[in-house]
């Protein structure tokens, strides 16, 4: 039987439609204007449409072999039909396409539609990711690493080093610093100046929050910290971090005063390869 659904490329006139779609995911991020939608989301995003109606949309980036799944969204009259399910099979077309071998994404730890969703694509929990919001009142009780160490500015030729160390797409710090406004800094450890794995953090101040804010160690993250507020809106009391797989460090700011936003999941799995799809 035919698919009931056509796929279609985002086109200017969706940032309407997207931004009622994007109130789906519950995130309370600001919404993309439509410049940063038009150059940074929707040349990679698409559009699921039924009887010439869009039902849904998925945006995606490609990071060297990863495929990172950003959005996937339903309409919420729309559900339980199979809309998902085809958003999930042309992400994996086009980032099979675009030469990735895994595919990745975070979801909410209550998402239970979103999770089973995933799984049925044979992804699995990679890690626990925490969500917080740190009051910058609060970065001063924070504790300090025994001996000095230095934030700065991350040059893009470090970027290979600092992703390699902490886990990061290829590509990832690029693309962030090419994202207007955002900050990239790193902390550099003078007792051990070779080593990139000690700190790393993508501001944005229109959020105004951090993902990734890596930290070898809890304690150096009041560095980091400080070393961002001057970049902060001032009328914002907070910053949001995207704790990543640091459980240690979600503890330290939550027992500090910082607020839960939510708990994720991250979600990896290998893409299916071309002889596992074909019949
Ligand atoms: C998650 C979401 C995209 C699923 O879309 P959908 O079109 O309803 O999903 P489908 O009908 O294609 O379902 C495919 C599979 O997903 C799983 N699934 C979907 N909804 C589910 C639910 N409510 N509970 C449990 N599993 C569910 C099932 O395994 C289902 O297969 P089945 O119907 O054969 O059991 C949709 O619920 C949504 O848009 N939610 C709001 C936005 C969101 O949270 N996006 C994910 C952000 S990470």
């Known amino acids: 039987m035919s698919s009931p659904f056509s796929i279609r490329v985002a086109r200017d006139d969706d940032h309407a439609r997207f931004t009622r779609f994007f109130a789906e995911l519950g995130v309370h991020d600001p919404v993309p204007g439509f410049e940063r939608w038009k150059s940074a989301m929707a040349p990679t995003t698409f559009f699921v449409e039924r009887d010439g109606r869009a039902v849904g949309y998925a945006w995606y980036e490609v990071f060297g072999r990863d495929g990172y799944v950003r959005h996937v969204v339903v309409d919420a009259e729309v559900r339980r039909a199979g809309v998902g399910r085809a958003l999930m099979h042309e992400l994996e077309t086009r980032l099979r396409a675009a030469g990735c071998d895994r595919w990745r994404l975070n979801v909410k730890r209550d998402n239970a539609a979103a999770i089973g969703l995933y799984r049925a694509f044979g992804m699995d929990v990679e890690h626990p990711t925490t969500v917080v919001r740190v009051p910058w009142s609060s970065v001063a009780t924070l504790p300090r690493a025994a001996y000095t160490i230095e934030a700065r500015e991350a040059e893009s030729r470090e970027d290979r080093a600092l992703e390699a160390s902490f886990d990061l797409p290829s590509g990832r710090l690029a693309s962030s610093r090419a994202t207007s ?58 910053i949001q971090l995207v704790v990543e797989d640091d459980v240690p460090l979600a503890k330290l700011l939550l027992a500090r005063g910082a607020e839960l936003v939510f708990e994720i999941l991250h979600f990896s799995g290998a893409l299916p390869t071309d002889e596992a799809l074909s019949p």
Do not use: Y
């Not at 105004?208 to 400080?226: I, N, S, Y």
């Open 181 to 238: 406004n955002v900050r990239v800094l790193r902390l550099v450890d003078h007792h051990d100046a070779a080593n990139p794995k000690v700190g790393i953090a993508c501001f944005d101040p229109a959020f105004p929050g951090c993902f990734p804010f890596k930290v070898a160690r809890p304690e150096f993250a009041h560095t980091l910290l400080v070393a961002l507020a001057p970049f902060a809106p001032p009328d914002k009391t907070w």
